[in-house]
């Protein structure tokens, strides 16, 4: 069974700060690995993904974020924060050989930025 | 450049009423998905269609009925509303990146 585990419910960062936000998954055999956000009263847009290849993925709005399947960890990161980046970040995963089946979401971790 | 497009936005229910959600998407996409979430829940999967003709069932799906009606309309029915089902509702379309639309408020009283 997939499974996606977000172990912070909210994180706070300085405007300007690096940010991290922590994923970390489980899977059978390789993953495909999703970054979404949702901004209030909107639906999910799609950050960046992973398929295969460099560990570290750059995506949407200056969001990278780095893969590493020994800690089976796919956490998303943004060198200097913005207060306009606040907002529910969601991860994503399903096995790359499974076809077009749903992707697993976990419960999503709320991003403050403070000015 | 419409995506994935769901109707009602918002919509009110008294328990026992039933409804039906509507999504289509232009882009051609096999798969379409129903997604619920709730506070401190995530997404959850209600149901979800491969490709036209087929429906599965997701993590979530008893008080529901979805159509796959053509490529481009996915449907969810709920045919008895009930205060549990008091939600935000997503559908999404897929080749392999999942593209939502932007959700119906949906509250049972």
């Known amino acids: 069974a997939q499974s996606v585990a977000q172990p912070e419910d909210q994180v706070n960062v300085a405007e300007g700060n690096p940010l991290t936000v922590k994923c970390t998954y489980s899977?059978?055999?390789?993953?495909?690995l999703f970054w979404y956000v949702q901004y209030p009263n909107r639906g999910l847009q799609f950050l960046l993904k992973?398929?295969?290849?460099?560990?570290l993925v750059k995506g949407s709005y200056g969001f990278e974020a780095e893969f590493n399947k020994s800690q089976t960890s796919f956490h998303l990161k943004k060198p200097s924060a913005l207060v306009s980046d606040s907002a529910l970040y969601f991860c994503?995963?399903?096995?790359?050989?499974?076809?077009?089946?749903?992707?697993?979401f976990g419960k999503g971790t709320r991003l403050s930025v403070i000015a | 450049n419409a995506g994935v497009t769901q109707t009602p936005k918002f919509q009110v229910l008294k328990t026992g009423q039933s409804m039906t959600l509507q999504c289509a998407q232009d882009?051609?996409?096999?798969?379409m998905y129903w997604y619920r979430q709730d506070p401190g829940m995530g997404l959850r999967l209600i149901y979800y269609?491969?490709?036209?003709?087929?429906?599965d069932k997701g993590e979530v799906p008893n008080g529901y009925n979805v159509s796959r009606l053509n490529k481009r309309e996915f449907s969810l029915r709920l045919e008895s509303a009930a205060p549990s089902q008091t939600s935000v509702y997503f559908c999404?379309?897929?080749?392999?990146?999942?593209?939502f639309g932007a959700g119906t408020r949906l509250s049972v009283l």
């Open positions: 999404a379309s897929s080749p392999g990146i999942q593209y």
């Open positions: 899977v059978s055999g390789n993953p495909y």
């Open positions: 992973y398929i295969t290849g460099d560990n």
């Open positions: 994503a995963v399903r096995a790359l050989r499974s076809g077009n089946t749903p992707l697993v």
């Open positions: 882009m051609n996409h096999n798969s």
């Open positions: 269609s491969a490709s036209e003709g087929t429906t």
